[in-house]
T-cell receptor, first 115, second 113 residues
Framework: DGGITQSPKYLFRKEGQNVTLSCEQN?????MYWYRQDPGQGLRLIYY???????QKGDIAEGYSVSREKKESFPLTVTSAQKNPTAFYLC??????????????FGPGTRLTVL | GENVEQHPSTLSVQEGDSAVIKCTYS??????FPWYKQELGKGPQLIID?????GEKKDQRIAVTLNKTAKHFSLHITETQPEDSAVYFC????????????FGQGTILTVHP
């Protein structure tokens, strides 16, 4: 069963703690993305990675960090420096075809709540 | 940078009516325009997409039209059903933002039985 998995579905964290969100895909996609979604708003790009061992900042990277050591995995760490981390986090992947953007497929999301 | 404006923010229709959601974009080099449907508590799912070499694409009750000159594209849902109720997002990509998509703010569609 191919697809993108995110875990956990719900995550609670105390202020001042770092937390890591998992994203795994078995679609053999090269590119992976992390988005943040707040109520009533669209998706904002946090980080993305076009290839293993390489990643770039998106529009709202401050307070977040990522790694891309394996093609199928792209974990996101929400650090204590992120001032308002409570949100719905979405991971996506795509198989970029040359210079044109290809379709992004999304995981089920992780809802992070800071207590 | 790239910007996508999506309207309306909320849309309420009766079952069987049509629904139209419109998006405008700023990057004239954009060449890929997907539409996503997001149900409550779930990730967005691609429902239809269009590339800049065509003006219209249909898939059963769903269609997307693209006007590159005016830089806008629209989602059309005909014969709406209650299960069409969800949040719909447009996005644009390609152009100067290789590998990235820029999303609209979303439209909450409610279909009343």
């Amino acid at each position: 069963d191919g697809g993108i998995t995110q875990s956990p579905k719900y995550l609670f964290r105390k202020e001042g703690q770092n937390v890591t969100l998992s994203c795994e895909q078995n679609l053999n996609h090269d590119a992976m993305y992390w988005y943040r979604q707040d109520p009533g708003q669209g998706l904002r790009l946090i980080y993305y990675s076009q290839i293993v061992n390489d990643f770039q900042k998106g529009d709202i990277a401050e307070g977040y960090s990522v790694s891309r050591e394996k093609k199928e995995s792209f974990p996101l760490t929400v650090t204590s420096a992120q001032k308002n981390p409570t949100a719905f986090y979405l991971c996506a992947s795509s198989m970029p075809a040359g210079p044109s953007t290809d379709t992004q497929y999304f995981g089920p999301g992780t809802r992070l709540t800071v207590l | 940078g790239e910007n996508v404006e999506q309207h309306p923010s909320t849309l309420s229709v009766q079952e069987g009516d049509s629904a139209v959601i419109k998006c405008t974009y700023s990057d004239s080099a954009s060449n890929y325009f997907p539409w996503y449907k997001q149900e409550l508590g779930k990730g967005p799912q691609l429902i239809i997409d269009i590339r800049s070499n065509v003006g219209e694409k249909k898939d059963q009750r769903i269609a997307v039209t693209l006007n590159k000159t005016a830089k806008h594209f629209s989602l059309h849902i005909t014969e709406t059903q209650p299960e069409d109720s969800a949040v719909y997002f447009c996005a644009e990509g390609g152009g100067t933002s290789y590998g990235k998509l820029t999303f609209g703010q979303g439209t909450i569609l409610t279909v009343h039985p």
